[in-house]
């Protein structure tokens, strides 16, 4: 089958998003983002394409762009035309005036490269570099342009699939040849060059074979998250399908949905007041030296609680050993050596030499009733 980027990158994302896409065929709006951040591709594509003698100027790259915009902008909601076509004729006159004079040596070799490479024997690696550059010393650099506002990290894009299956297709286009990858933010005009060590070009390797897997097996169930609400294909996602109500329902899920919403602001905000009435009470307590106060009719009382988080596993053993009862605990958790401290194997004596070998965390629990004791609140504070 065939595998590029932008497909493992969408089964990563939502699994039904790939099917309805890739598989179904489900045809839908093209973002306005991508329609521009094209028209910007084609633009730069005619600046550097090799066949120039000479570099183009300002003004001919600019047109290039006039062009290629003119052709797709009816294609975008008519409030973001003007927006969009002024920040691509800015974003292309800035980049051609700052880099209309290259480095001594470097040249470009190809634009819009098309590539489809054998991987992992039954497969296809399909994809395109927006650019590949011969640099002094015959090395290669493989550049993507980036057109959007948002510049993540070079931390962050140091574990960039895009740029680990750009590299895994460069070792095979260019054998030998040392290859380095870089993004070009153009809004910001920066270039960010990424290096990524073997191994992680390995895990990307795994993960697609992965991803390829499952596409065959065609496991495709929906991965519902933040992404949902600007997903095209919502439409068709069978989470977001209208729901087929039978006729004799007789339930209102509207108000159902209001007042659920409504009691979860009503907890939130009472949980949070709660966790503020707690620590004036704690602060007075404190203030008071005291561990207990009783005013209007309730009472607020505050205790100390031990809770056993681990152990000293090399006491625990010497204890349990002496005793003969270190095979009888499978793992050194609490679970265990609490179901040991819970039987009647052990004398008091002996259960309070393994609990020397615990390890706590002290909380305090506060309690405010009335002082009727007719209703208790607790909270933990830990």
Not at 87 to 104: K, L, P, V, Y
Not at 164 to 187: D, E, F, N, S
Request: aromatic share 8%.
């Amino acid at each position: 089958m065939r595998i590029s980027y932008s497909r493992f990158a969408t089964y990563q994302v939502c699994p039904q998003q790939y099917k309805l896409q890739y598989v179904d065929r489900v045809p839908v709006p093209t973002a306005p983002e991508l329609i521009f951040g094209s028209a910007v591709h084609d633009a730069l594509s005619f600046m550097y394409d090799p066949a120039h003698l000479q570099m183009p100027t300002v003004e001919e790259v600019a047109q290039a762009f006039v062009s290629a915009w003119q052709a797709r902008e009816r294609q975008i909601p008519e409030e973001y035309r003007q927006l969009y076509f002024d920040q691509g004729t800015d974003m292309i006159r800035r980049h051609c005036q700052q880099h209309s004079q290259r480095e001594e040596g470097r040249y470009t070799a190809a634009t819009e490269m098309f590539f489809s490479l054998p991987f992992d024997g039954e497969h296809t690696l399909v994809g395109r570099f927006d650019r590949v550059d011969v640099l002094p010393g015959n090395k290669l650099e493989v550049i993507d342009y980036k057109t959007t506002r948002r510049m993540p990290s070079q931390q962050s894009m140091e574990k960039s699939s895009q740029l680990a299956i750009y590299r895994m297709a460069a070792a095979q286009l260019y054998p030998g040849q040392q290859v380095t990858t870089t993004l070009l933010y153009l809004l910001h005009d920066f270039e960010m060059r990424i290096t990524q060590p073997e191994e992680f070009l390995c895990e990307t390797q795994s993960e697609l074979r992965h991803v390829v897997a499952r596409i065959q097996a065609q496991e495709f169930e929906p991965d519902p998250g933040n992404h949902c609400d600007w997903c095209a294909y919502q439409a068709h996602c069978p989470l977001f399908r209208a729901p087929k109500v039978p006729p004799d329902l007789k339930i209102d899920v509207g108000a159902l949905l209001k007042e659920y919403a409504d009691l979860s602001e009503e907890e939130k905000r009472a949980s949070e007041r709660k966790a503020e009435l707690r620590a004036e009470i704690e602060h007075y307590l404190d203030c008071c030296q005291t561990e207990r106060a009783e005013a209007g009719g309730y009472v607020a009382d505050r205790r100390k609680s031990k809770r056993i988080v681990g152990w000293d596993v090399a006491r625990l053993r010497e204890t349990l050993e002496t005793l003969g009862l270190w095979e009888s605990v499978t793992d050194v958790s609490s679970a265990s050596v609490r179901s040991l401290l819970n039987s009647d194997v052990l004398s008091r004596e002996q259960k309070s030499a393994v609990e020397s070998a615990a390890e706590y965390t002290e909380s305090k629990i506060l309690r405010v009733r009335p002082v009727a004791g007719a209703t208790q609140a607790e909270g933990n504070d830990e």
